[in-house]
């Protein structure tokens, strides 16, 4: 090694660059690729040559084309990764869990906002069929941000029928535009906070967070993979849209002025049902996907019931602490309860040989 | 593999390697040399090329130099890299054949006047 040449800040700055490449990669090319950018950088004038070993960079086309060859040999494996084209047993399950994880996260969403629509036609009196909302019940019109609503709920059913019908892309866009008027919303929620008004924060800024990873999640749909059985998910759909929009107009007509009934309650009873059926059927449990989705999902649920409790403690006004805290709590107990026996069990079959590619 | 038409830096790059094997930088300033200057390839573009050129079977190492304390590795084109490089370069020239033929009756719009309407005045 002592005829090795002398490493020069140029060879240091260029080896960093270089980083950005997968190490098997580098294991193969980089001494090659240095020597070349040296090579190509290097000057007969001693003083021009001494200068650039110590104050030159790699030009910043070069860092380009290194850094478009880092995607170009990374997209595959990450591809792979997410279940894709020549992924490992590994990759199919977690590509697997993640699309499963996406596809809950989407109904959910959308299933809400068919409920919204539902819940305002009838405060405009267009269900004529429904007992009218009571008059001490009737509010204002609604404002510019609930408005808002309308076409990110749209958006999340488009997103929903396009999973469905198996066009990934165009449902990642649909999704992507919808988060949009939920970050204004929740910008406009922050300025009412700070000045006095008592919006639930902790939890909005939560599931704001939550739903852009929905739409990074959906990348983990691929050409290879199969589209979703369209009859039992659009039954979800429905039986959900009806809980929501259900629980919530008995909960008006109950004329409950405390909000018991909130997103992360429903969706914490609706896991711990979800679970509990999981958990005691031998079928579904041979699944491994199911079983990580769903202990990631309790996760997720716990920590929504945990801030908003947070958001309850802090904002809410005195007479609905009791009642609220006390419920919130059972729900998050219940969540607890059969999440933690989820996570073993998820932990457990993560370990046993993965699905085979027909289950992809 | 021969049929499908390869990109212009991997053309070049095998073109580079026709006459003789040659190091990295050797292969940049080659296909400097023969694309007059169009073609100046990045470090990261060659090596991005020649990893998959090598996978395909089109190139492969040659031999291994020390040259100033630093490794210098040489390549060389494959009997499947010359089949590849003769099948772009013929559908490269045929497809030159079909535009040359088409110029041939194509007319510049102001070339389709009658003669001597586009004259100069001054040239009478």
Do not use: C, I, K
């Given at each position: 090694m002592s005829d090795r040449a002398p490493v020069s800040q140029l060879e240091r700055r260029y080896r960093a660059v270089l980083r950005v490449l997968p190490a098997a990669y580098r294991a193969a090319w980089e001494e090659d690729m240095v020597a070349t950018f040296l090579a190509s950088v290097h000057t007969d004038d001693p003083e021009a040559a001494d200068f650039a070993a110590d104050y030159g960079r790699p030009g910043w086309t070069e860092v380009a084309s290194v850094l478009a060859l880092a995607v170009r040999l990374r997209v595959p494996g990450l591809r792979a990764r997410l279940g894709g084209p020549g992924a490992p047993p590994s990759g199919l399950l977690v590509g697997g869990t993640i699309r499963l994880v996406v596809l809950i996260a989407v109904l959910a969403n959308a299933a809400d906002a068919l409920a919204r629509f539902v819940s305002q036609l009838w405060v405009a009196g267009r269900v004529p069929w429904l007992p009218g909302l009571p008059a001490e019940l009737v509010?204002?019109?609604?404002g510019l941000w609930q408005q808002l609503s309308v076409p990110a709920g749209v958006g999340w059913i488009a997103a929903y029928v396009a999973l469905l019908l198996g066009y990934w892309r165009a449902a990642q866009?649909?999704?992507?535009?919808?988060?949009?008027?939920?970050?204004?919303?929740?910008?406009?929620?922050t300025a009412d906070l700070l000045s006095g008004a008592s919006p639930y924060l902790l939890t909005n800024w939560f599931f704001l967070l939550l739903n852009p990873a929905v739409v990074l999640g959906m990348a983990a749909f691929h050409r290879d993979t199969p589209v979703p059985r369209r009859r039992p998910?659009?039954?979800?759909?429905a039986a959900g849209a009806l809980l929501v929009w259900g629980v919530g107009y008995l909960s008006v007509l109950a004329r409950d002025r405390t909000g018991l009934v909130d997103w992360p309650g429903l969706t914490s009873v609706v896991l711990v049902v979800a679970a509990g059926i999981h958990l005691a059927s031998r079928r579904t449990r041979r699944d491994p996907r199911r079983a990580v989705a769903l202990a990631f999902l309790a996760v997720?649920?716990?920590?929504?019931?945990?801030?908003?409790?947070?958001?309850?403690a802090l904002f809410a006004a005195p007479f609905q602490h009791l009642p609220l805290l006390a419920l919130g709590g059972a729900e998050a107990v219940a969540v607890l309860a059969v999440g933690l026996p989820l996570v073993v069990l998820a932990a457990?079959?993560?370990?046993?040989?993965?699905?085979?590619?027909?289950e992809r | 593999m021969t049929d499908r038409a390869v990109t212009e830096p991997a053309f070049f790059i095998l073109a580079a390697l026709v006459d003789a094997p040659r190091h990295g930088y050797g292969i940049v300033g080659e296909v400097d040399r023969l694309s007059e200057g169009r073609v100046r390839l990045k470090v990261g573009t060659l090596y991005g090329v020649l990893?998959?050129?090598?996978?395909?079977?089109?190139?492969?190492p040659d031999r291994e130099e020390i040259a100033q304390g630093r490794l210098r590795r040489y390549y060389r084109l494959t009997d499947a890299g010359g089949q590849s490089l003769a099948a772009d370069a013929r559908r490269q020239a045929a497809n030159a054949r079909v535009a040359a033929e088409r110029l041939r009756s194509w007319r510049p719009a102001g070339a389709s006047r009658p003669a001597g309407a586009a004259r100069p005045a001054g040239a009478r």
């Open positions: 509010q204002a019109p609604p866009v649909v999704a992507a535009l919808a988060v949009l008027p939920e970050a204004a919303r929740l910008l406009a929620n998910w659009l039954l979800a759909f997720v649920v716990f920590v929504a019931r945990v801030m908003s409790l947070l958001d309850y457990r079959q993560v370990r046993l040989p993965a699905p085979t590619p027909a | 990893d998959r050129l090598v996978a395909e079977g089109l190139v492969e």
